[in-house]
Structure formats: C-alpha cells, structure tokens
C-alpha cells in the first residue's frame, strides 16, 4: 500500500526524532522522567499529546542517523524491571 512514502498519523513516534512546539511541550508536562526515566517516556508522551487533540506525525521526508542507546544505556536493565 506504498504507507512508507506516505506522511501519516501515529498513536506515537520514537523519541530519538521528536519536533514538537515548545509550548506544547511545556503545557503537557514534558516526558515522564519520574516513572519512566529510559524507556517509553516517548511512548506516553505522544499519547498525551494526542490525548490534548494534536496529532503525532510520521513523515518519509527526515533524513537521519539515530545511534540507538548511544548516550543513554541499555532499555533491559535491572533498573528498567528486566531481570
């Protein structure tokens, strides 16, 4: 169905490239750095964006690099409940 060129709609997008308007980001609290300090912080924060009535945006157009765990460690470790 050619979705991979398509610019579409998401319940979420990743993290490692997320443009959002400061003020938005700011009137929804930002990314949950409490509960979830490494892994799915991205997660719930665009559904609280889409929760507020925006939209979270996937487009085929941006071009880059993403060195996943580069700066921030690990997703499976003790301290993210993997045992």
Request: aromatic share 10%.
């Amino acid at each position: 169905m050619a979705r991979a060129i398509c610019i579409q709609s998401f319940s979420a997008v990743t993290g490692a490239c997320l443009l959002i308007r400061k003020s938005i980001y700011e009137s929804l609290g930002g990314l949950n750095e409490v509960d979830l300090q490494i892994a799915f912080n991205d997660v719930d924060f665009c559904i609280r964006v889409r929760d507020a009535g925006y939209r979270n945006i996937w487009t085929p157009y941006a071009e880059l690099y993403h060195h996943e765990s580069a700066t921030r460690g690990a997703d499976d470790t003790p301290q993210n409940g993997y045992v």
